[in-house]
């Protein structure tokens, strides 16, 4: 599948902006509660500031979003471990980025 250059530019700024999350946040604690808040700004831009605002909140959600889906957020990992579906990989870091673990849906 192409993608377009809308999207690609999108998705570059994501990387940009997950590179900086990731230098000033090293720890995925509390990603969920972020993503949340993100989620929320993103919301309030909607609804009373400008579109690049709202590109902006919305870069930052999907940032949020795949620090969330790469990382977990080990926060949770106690009420998964309860529940008996696992606890999400505290990522590793590569370079200067942090992704999943090769055992990312395994139990730790």
Do not use: W
Request: hydrophobic share 40%; net charge negative; charged share 25%.
């Amino acid at each position: 599948m192409k993608m377009s250059s809308r999207v690609m530019a999108f998705l570059i700024e994501v990387e940009n902006e997950h590179g900086a999350a990731v230098d000033k946040f090293p720890s995925p604690e509390a990603s969920m509660c972020a993503l949340t808040e993100e989620v929320g700004e993103l919301a309030k831009a909607l609804l009373e500031e400008s579109p690049e605002r709202v590109r902006r909140e919305a870069i930052q959600v999907a940032t949020m979003a795949m620090r969330v889906a790469l990382e977990g957020d080990p926060t949770l990992n106690g009420y998964r471990h309860r529940i008996g579906v696992g606890t999400h990989p505290e990522g590793e870091h590569v370079g200067d980025r942090v992704v999943a673990t090769a055992n990312a849906n395994q139990e730790h």
